[in-house]
Each structure stands twice: as C-alpha cells, then as structure tokens.
C-alpha cells in the first residue's frame, strides 16, 4: 500500500500555487496503516521512508497547536485553539472544553507549564465520547453524552459583574420647509448620558425641541440603578418611572424595589406593537405615562415599532405623528391592549417618593408609597394584589391571569379608589383576551371601564369643575385580529374606542392587507379615526358638516412592490386622504451594508401638483445618518436625522451606531481595524485600535459575540471566531479575540548546482517532523511560519541537504502568501 498525493493546480501564467500536496492517510476511524508501507515502493517514488515512520498508525496532526474547527453533537461552533501531543493526540485543555460547553474532568492526564495547558482526562471521565480527528480538513468532531454538557447556573451567579465606562447617547432629528413667502424648521435633540460603575447604573435623558424659533426643553428623569443578588431584585433611586404592574406608571422622586427579570425569557424590549400612516414625513413620538420612550423620523406611509423599551405594563402609550408640513395627529394604544407583550415577572414591588406633575391645593407634591406582589398559580396562572397611598388618597387593585386550554388568555384586573380631599370613592376594571383560534389566525379584545367617583393619584386632591370632570375618562374597548393564508394573503385590523363622561368619544382603526405574487408584494393599509363624536349639545351643528364631508380622517394607501435582485425594488401607491388623492412611485436600493436610499415622484391628481423627493441612509460604522429631500411647486423640504452612542473606557473613546443600553460592553479584536462582529443589538466595525460597542447584551441570559471572517485580512486568523457571554444586568463587559498572524511562505529551493530538488522530496523541522513535500520544480510551501528554523529535505534515494529560513518582515497582512529562494546545501 503506498500513500495517496493530493494533486496540484498551477496557475503558470502568473507563477503562482494554488494547492499544497500533503500525505493523506484513511480516515482515524478507518483501518490503520499499520506496518503496510513497502518502503521500495516509496523510495522509487522519491518519497523518503521516514515520511512512512510519521503516518505509520494513522492520520494525525503535528504536534503543537493548530487553530481548528471544533464541532459538538453535529453543531459547528467555530474555530478554537486545539494542542497535540507528539503521536497527533488531542488535549482537552480548560479552554478548549469552555468553547465546547462542557464540563471539566478533576483528573488530569498530563500537567501543563501553566493550568490552562493541562491536558484533563476527559475520555477516562465519560468513556462514551467518539472523538474524530481529521487533519484533512483542519476540524475536531466530538460526540458526547448529554451529563458531559455543562449548564448555566444562573442563580449560582454565573454571570459577568462589575466594569467600569462612560455613556454617551444621542438622537437629534431636523426638518424644515421652505416656501416663497415662508419658511419653518424644527429641531429635536434626544440625549443620555450616565456611566456604568461597579453594577451600578447611572443615567440622565434630555429631551429638547425647537419649532420656528420656539424652544422647550424637557428633563425626563435621572437615577441611578443596581440589582441585587441576594434579593434577586432590581434597586433603582432618583427621579424614576414606577413599574408596579397593578396601578399605573407615575414619575416619583424616590425610590423603586422591584424583580430583575432574570426568568424573562425575552430581551428588554417588549413585544408591544406601534403602527400607523404617515402622510408625509413626519416625527414621531411615543410616550407612556407623560416620558417619552421612542422617537424617530419616519418617511410617508406606513410605520410600524416593535421591540419598545416600556417603563410599565399598565399605562397607555401616547403616539403622535408631527409631520414636516405642520400637519398632526395622535393616537392611543391601550396599556389593556398589550396583553402577554409586556411580561409580569412574579416578586414584590415596592415605591416610596415624591410625585412628579402633581400638586395639592398647598402647592406641595404628595408623596406616596405603593408596594404589590405577584405569584404564581401552577404553571399557567399568576395573582397580585397590592396597596398605594398618600395623606389624602388611597388606592388598592389586584389581578389574576391564567391560560385556559393552552390557547385562551385571560387577564383581569380591578382597582378601588377613595380620595379624602373629594369625597368621593371609585372602581376602575379591566379585562383582556387573546387566543390563537388557529395556527393562523389570532384574536384579542380588551374592556376597561370607570366609575364616575374614581380617581387616580394625580386627580386625586385638586378642585375640578364640572366641565373637567364630565371630560374624564370613561370606558376603552380594543379589539385585534390578524390571519395569515398562503392564497389569500395577512390581514390584521386593530380597533380601539374610548369615551368620556360628557359623551364624547373617539375611535381608531388600522388595519392592513398584503400578498406576494410571485415576487410582486401588494399591501392595501387604512387608517382612520371613525365614528367620532361630539356632546350631544353639539351633534345636531355637525350632522349638515359631516354629510358634505364624507369619509373625515379617512386614509387609506394601495402599495405594489417589485423586488429586483436582493437589494433593488420599485414601490408604486395610490392614496387617499380625505378628498385628495395622490400617486407616486419611488425606487429603493441597498448598496451595501452601510448604504441605502431611494427616490421617486408623486403626482396629487386634483391640483395636478407633482414632487420629487429622496431619502439616503448611512451607516458609516460608527453613527447613523439620514438625510430626505422633497420638491413641489410649494417649496422645499427636508428631513434629517442622527443617531448613535459613545463608549468612554479604559483604552479610550470608541463610537457606536447603535444607543447603548444599561448592560452593554467592547469587544477587540487584536489590532485588526474594519474587522465586522455580530453582536446581540447587530453588525459592528471594529475602529482603527481593533475595537467596537456592543451595545446591549441581553442580562441573564446566554447570548453570542461572533468575529465575521471574511472582514479579516487574509494573513489573519482567530483562534476562537465565537464567544458565548452570560452577563448581569448593569455590568460593562470586555471581549477580546486573540488573533494569529499566520505567515505562508511559497519557497522555491534548488541545490547547490542550481538545480531545483526532486518533486517528491520530504521537508522536516527540528526533530525530523515532517512538514510537508516538495511539488514540482522544487516548489515548497509552508504553513503557520512563525520563527527562524533549519530546515531538512530528503529524497529518499539521494544525501538529505538543509538551509536556514529566516523570514524577512511581514508587509502587507491582504496578501495570502509570500514568496521567497533558497539554497539547500548537503548535510
């Protein structure tokens, strides 16, 4: 049996040499070679028998350490830092066992220079493991038994803690628009700015606006935060937004004890859902409990926001839509509306301060102290109960929650009020549903509803005339479904209608429709406010009004979409605003990663008028960028936006395009600039000292930190491509990735009399390890250079010669190999 050689492909046009011939043995699994190698045979192949004596067991790696792919159970997990022995045999070093997510043996089979190169008995622990080498493709393959996997152990507090760093968030949006006779302009700016200290959280936000000239500015809190151990719980101290899931979000200046959310199974964000249409572009801005929690510019058409940071689960959200020609108009989404999307975590809650936006008849802010506690109730139910009060209000409320066949949700929710200044006592319930009647077709409804007596804690204590209490809140009813069927396309609609007790009452709908076809996307959205109305007194003068204004606050949008390629469409619309109807066109392509615009025109069909508009977005790397244009005979509009986050550490300023949150750190990567790295929150680019913001890390929970490689130069390679991270909440975490500068050299040898060596030849290092052989015209290509070295070359039938290698400095890190002569002399 003689060894089988890899065949070589030559580009000779340009001299250069695209494959490496190796010695390939049968797989380790597969029958050894044993003593099978006639050693003739060989030398007549110009293939020196010691070559035999290396390969003789089986196909091993050279002794040392090799970056290799490692795969557990059949998951690939990336690259790691693998140590051979001599006889090719793999060390399960602590490293290499925490990148496979396993657990550490006690025995050790061999002792290492230092503990983090000892060799522990792992296959003596858990006999069951198959182990497969294969050099062929660089990879280690390990099937394990299950109790060999290692578990994360979050209440043993296996989890990131401290760090120190500086943040910076900002968010400043611009629009204007200029006509022949007038001008207007608006600019916000939304900042935070706070530092992360020892798991303690400190924060400050901003809010500021200025229209035409008129400037306000706007302090929406700051406090300081940590969580607790011991308690499981989070403390927060300061001008802070309460999150007690019984009674509603008020804006104390205290103090807040409350879960941690360490069983949340989501991230911080919610899966509340935000939509609307805007009809122009437009700012818009989503507040709960009178604090802004979202703002950002949209351009015409529909929007939609997941994923929002809510302060609470009980208080409505407050949307309004600003647009860029003056233009406004707001809506509610109901706190009874969220449902399941903001999860109740069971613990206590408990809030001491004073409030915020209320004063009694001294002019004094009451203070107020609320505490709850939620439970659960088997595996599908939960119940609360809790108390609020002040000097002269008092307040109780208590909810229960369960699932009824694994598909029925029902939450209920009834609070009591007495305020002593009125004299006047009141209930307030709710109730809310939902329930997938399919696998494609989901309902939910929510009722709440008031008695004329009840009060909440910033009614509570004032003197209120009768036109002020008639115009109060009475009742709120939402209503929601959303089917989805592979002929007939989704549907969703979203309903909401509240009243006051004057009469008065206003309605929402939105509600969408689209389908592909065959690539071509049609979406049919109308938004409106229907069935308004006014006090009785006043419906009689609006009934002539209403009639010769058919279809008041009606918009309803009809988009087509072709997709051309990934990265290109064109978008085509009809909509229709009251009685003005408008089409238009607009073109859109991704560029790239970091670059993205689209323009096109609109035609309004009445007056004929038509307009231009473009809108560029950028993401270069480190901030994001917006920037939209529009042009009718009107005038000229535009809208901008900025956005990002500074990081403020140890090693400097590092930017973000993202806005950090409460948990978040750096990740390096060597020295290596533009180096692209998946991160929770998105894709990051590494600056020109090797590092980015990763800008959230999800708090108690396992998430992953990936080095993108083909961002990297070729000459570069990661010894572990991924890391796993379990972080706690407030803590600033640093994640560096060890980079190896491997060195390839295309050397072409000759001996003393010029001639280039035997095609065949084998090439040893330092105690005859076999390297690898020489190709045709004495062509030898070498892996992983690192050091200077003497080389040997042996034919087999021929004196063995050598040469020293002494690598000349590395210049260019894009270029794959490099090329060099030499001389190898007789031995």
């Known amino acids: 049996m003689i060894p089988r050689w890899v065949s070589i492909s030559r580009v000779y046009g340009s001299k250069v040499v695209i494959g490496l011939a190796t010695l390939c043995s049968v797989p380790a699994y597969s029958q050894p070679l044993g003593e099978g190698f006639d050693l003739a045979v060989l030398s007549a192949h110009g293939i020196d028998p010691k070559v035999a004596d290396f390969f003789r067991s089986t196909a091993r790696f ?29 060390c399960f070093t602590p490293q290499l066992l925490e990148k496979a997510g396993l657990r550490i043996p006690a025995g050790i089979v061999r002792q290492g220079i230092t503990p983090s190169q000892a060799c522990h008995d792992f296959l003596g622990e858990y006999p069951a493991t198959i182990l497969k080498l294969r050099p062929g493709s660089d990879e280690v393959s390990l099937v394990v038994p299950t109790q060999s996997v290692r578990e994360q152990d979050w209440d043993g507090g296996n989890f990131s803690q401290g760090g120190t760093a500086a943040v910076f968030n900002y968010d400043v949006q611009g629009f204007g628009e200029r006509t022949r006779n007038d001008s207007a302009r608006s600019v916000s700016a939304y900042t935070e700015a706070g530092f992360n200290l020892g798991n303690w959280v400190i924060r400050s936000r901003q809010f500021y606006v200025s229209d035409n000239g008129k400037s306000r500015s706007e ?143 001294d002019g004094e802010p009451p203070v107020v102290a609320m505490g709850s506690g939620t439970w659960g109730l088997g595996r599908d ?77 910033l009614e509570a204590g004032r003197s209120m005339g009768r036109d002020d209490l008639n115009s109060r809140f009475k009742s709120q009813y939402t209503f929601g479904v959303s ?112 670059v993205n615009y689209e323009v096109g025109m609109a035609r309004e069909q009445a007056s004929r008028e038509q307009s231009v508009h473009g809108r560029v977005n950028v993401t270069p790397r480190y901030t994001q960028f917006s920037l939209g244009m ?16 500074v990081v403020a550490h140890e090693q400097g300023l590092t930017f973000s395009p993202y806005a950090v949150q409460d948990t978040f750190g750096i990740v390096s990567v060597g020295d290596v600039r533009s180096a692209k790295v998946s991160t929770p929150q998105g894709p990051v680019w590494t600056d020109s000292g090797g590092q980015a913001v990763i800008a959230s890390l999800p708090p108690y929970q396992s998430s992953s930190v990936e ?98 290698l002494n690598p000349e400095p590395e210049t260019d890190e894009d270029k794959l190999y490099e090329t060099a002569s030499a001389v190898c002399r007789a031995q």
């Open 707 to 804: 080095v993108q490689t083909q961002s990297l130069p070729r000459r570069i390679d990661l010894k572990n491509g991924t890391k796993t991270l379990a972080v706690g909440r407030g803590s600033f975490n640093t994640v560096e990735f060890e980079v190896i500068k491997v060195r390839r050299l295309l050397l072409e040898v000759r001996d003393e009399q010029g001639q280039p060596l035997p095609q065949g030849a084998a090439v040893f290092a330092k105690n005859n390890v076999f390297l690898t052989s020489v190709v045709g015209e004495g062509m030898v290509f070498l892996n992983n250079l690192d050091e200077p070295q003497v080389l040997s070359i042996s034919s087999g039938d021929g004196p063995a010669c050598s040469f020293q």
């Open 62 to 90: 050279r002794e040392g350490v090799h970056v290799v792919g490692l795969r557990v159970n059949g998951n690939p997990l990336g690259l790691v830092e693998a140590r051979f022995d001599y006889d090719g045999q793999l």
């Open 630 to 645: 529009r042009r009718d005979s009107l005038g000229t509009g535009y809208a901008s936006q900025l956005q990002g986050g």
């Open 483 to 594: 089917w989805a069927n592979p002929q007939l396309g989704g549907f969703s609609l979203n309903y909401s209608h509240g009243s006051q007790f004057d009469g008065q009452s206003a309605e929402h709908l939105f509600a969408a429709w689209n389908r592909d076809f065959s690539g071509t996307r049609v979406a049919l959205i109308a938004d409106s406010r229907v069935g308004g109305s006014r006090a009785r007194s006043a419906r009689r003068d609006e009934r002539e009004q209403r009639r010769r204004e058919p279809g008041k606050d009606l918009s309803v949008r009809l988009e087509v979409t072709v997709a051309f390629g990934e990265s290109r469409s064109v978008r085509s619309y009809a909509s229709r605003r009251d009685d003005r109807v408008e089409l238009g066109t607009t073109f859109s392509e991704r560029v790239n990663d970091a």
């Open 219 to 361: 302090h929406v809190n700051a406090y300081a935060q940590r969580d607790f151990e011991a308690l499981k719980s989070t403390f927060q101290v300061g001008q802070i937004s309460t999150n007690n899931p019984i009674f509603g979000g008020l804006q104390l200046s205290g103090f807040q004890l409350s879960p941690d959310g360490r069983s949340r199974a989501a991230g911080a964000g919610s899966s509340v859902v935000v939509e609307g249409l805007a009809q122009d572009s437009s700012r818009v801005e989503v507040r709960q409990a009178g604090v802004l929690i979202h703002t950002t510019l949209v351009p015409a058409g529909p929007f939609r926001f997941t994923g929002l940071v809510l302060l609470n689960g009980t208080s409505d959200l407050e949307v309004s839509v600003v647009g860029t020609r003056g233009g406004s108009h707001r809506f509610t989404v109901p706190a009874a509306s969220f449902r399941g999307a903001f999860q109740v975590e069971p613990g206590y809650h408990f809030s001491l301060g004073k409030v915020r936006g209320a004063k009694l008849e």
């Open 381 to 457: 139910s939960s119940l609360g109960f809790g108390l609020m009060s002040t000097d002269a209000y008092h307040a109780a409320g208590g909810t229960l929650s369960s699932i009824f066949f694994q598909r029925l949700s029902i939450a209920v929710n009834q609070n009591l009020s007495r305020d002593n200044i009125g004299n006047v006592s009141g209930a307030q319930r709710a109730i809310s549903l939902g329930s997938p009647l399919t696998a494609n077709i989901e309902l939910s409804a929510s009722a709440t509803t008031r008695t004329r007596g009840y009060r909440d804690l």
